[in-house]
């Protein structure tokens, strides 16, 4: 059973660099079935896409995040990553990370496992 | 960038039927999805490509689409089912590629 286990620090400074590492077991981060991606939820509000990496370093980000996203991958580790810059208050939220079933195209996609998430505080 | 609408919020008896519904332009072209977030939990896939069930999601759960509007439909609601219900589809515009959510739709068991 694929399984994702977030982890970072649950307190960031504003101005600094929020880091969030995604921990994969029961399938190899290699594989073509999924892409690999993050998601957030302010407290009491909806979900927000971040952005998605697939394939060892190709990527796709929200436009609204974009100038401020970087995602990885660390194959050795089974591990990808997220980095917000500059972050402020508004960021705060839970940061999810999920495996997106990649399907035959990108209509397809949608996020078929879920980590348990992680709460992020920006103060 | 493309929207995705929901109800804020659908309430229904025990028993009854709940329909959620979730509009957007693109959604004919697009493949519709549907997860349940309970409190302090992570979503879960309830519904894929407009109409399909996940194995091990209640048979009550169903999902169907017409023109610009997709709909979870969750007969005989139980109690269990109140929850946070999101829609999802995924668009390219021009050279960006993402994944959208709606608003969400808070359902209440009275």
């Known amino acids: ?123 | 960038s493309y929207e995705l609408i929901q109800p804020p919020s659908v309430s229904v008896s025990p028993g009854q039927t709940a329909r959620i519904t979730c509009s957007g332009d693109a959604l004919p072209k697009r493949g519709g999805y549907w997860y349940q977030q309970k409190p302090g939990q992570a979503p879960v896939l309830v519904i894929y490509k407009d109409t399909e069930r996940p194995s091990g999601i209640p048979e009550r759960f169903s999902g169907s689409s017409a023109g610009t509007t997709v709909t979870l439909t969750i007969s005989g609601v139980q109690a269990e089912d109140e929850a946070d219900y999101y829609c999802q589809s995924a668009d390219t515009s021009g050279s960006y590629s993402y994944v959208v959510f709606g608003g969400g739709t808070k359902l209440t068991v009275l």
């Open chain 1, 1 to 123: 059973q694929l399984q994702l286990q977030e982890s970072g620090p649950g307190l960031v400074k504003p101005s600094e660099t929020l880091s969030l590492t995604c921990t994969v077991s029961g399938v190899s981060i290699r594989s073509s079935t999924y892409y690999w991606g993050w998601i957030r939820q302010p407290p009491g509000k909806g979900l927000e896409w971040i952005g998605i990496i697939y394939d060892s370093g190709n990527t796709y980000y929200n436009p609204s995040l974009k100038s401020r996203v970087t995602m990885s991958v660390d194959t050795s580790k089974n591990q990808f990553s997220l980095k917000l810059t500059s972050v402020t208050a508004a960021d705060t939220a839970v940061f999810y990370c999920a495996a997106h079933w990649r399907g035959g195209n990108w209509n397809d996609v949608h996020l078929k496992y879920w980590g348990q998430g992680t709460l992020v505080t920006v103060s």
